[in-house]
C-alpha cells in the first residue's frame, strides 16, 4: 500500500505562506490523483485541492483559488500546496490523499491518506 507523509505545516500569521508537501512511497496507478484536504475542529472535512497524475489537471475548492496553488514533482512522487495570503479560517489539519476521487474533490475512492499536518494560522 502507497504510503503518504506530509510535512510543512506549522503555525504563521495572518497574510503568510507555508508551503506543504506530500511524498508517496510506492507505486500507484497512473490515473489517480493527490492532493490535500482539510478539517478544522468541528467542522467536516473539506477539499482544498488536487493534482491529477496523469495529465496534470489541477482543482481547486473555490474559495481557495488565487491563493493556493498545487503542483508536482514527479520524479519524488510529491505534490506541494503553496498557501499565499493564509487566513485564520484556514487553520485545521491539513491531510494529503491519493486517489481517482481525488481529482473530482471527492473523498469516496481515496486509498491511501497521510496522517495529517497541523496548519495554524493566528490573527
Known amino acids: 500500500q502507497v504510503q503518504l507523509v506530509e510535512s510543512g505545516g506549522g503555525l504563521v500569521q495572518a497574510g503568510g505562506s507555508l508551503k506543504l508537501s506530500c511524498a508517496a512511497s510506492?507505486?500507484?496507478?497512473?490515473?489517480?490523483?493527490m492532493g490535500w484536504f482539510r478539517q478544522a475542529p468541528g467542522k467536516e472535512q473539506e477539499f482544498v485541492a488536487s493534482?491529477?497524475?496523469?495529465?496534470?489537471?489541477?482543482r481547486y475548492e473555490e474559495s481557495h483559488k488565487g491563493r493556493f496553488t498545487i503542483s508536482r514533482d514527479n520524479a519524488k512522487n510529491t505534490v506541494y500546496l503553496q498557501m499565499n495570503s493564509l487566513k485564520p479560517e484556514d487553520t485545521a489539519l491539513y491531510y494529503c490523499?491519493?486517489?481517482?476521487?481525488?481529482?473530482?474533490?471527492?473523498?469516496?475512492?481515496?486509498?491511501?491518506w497521510g496522517p495529517g499536518i497541523q496548519v495554524t494560522v493566528s490573527s
Open positions: 490523499a491519493l486517489g481517482p476521487s481525488v481529482a473530482l474533490g471527492a473523498a469516496s475512492q481515496v486509498v491511501s
Open positions: 510506492g507505486r500507484f496507478q497512473f490515473n489517480y490523483a
Open positions: 493534482f491529477k497524475w496523469d495529465d496534470g489537471t489541477t
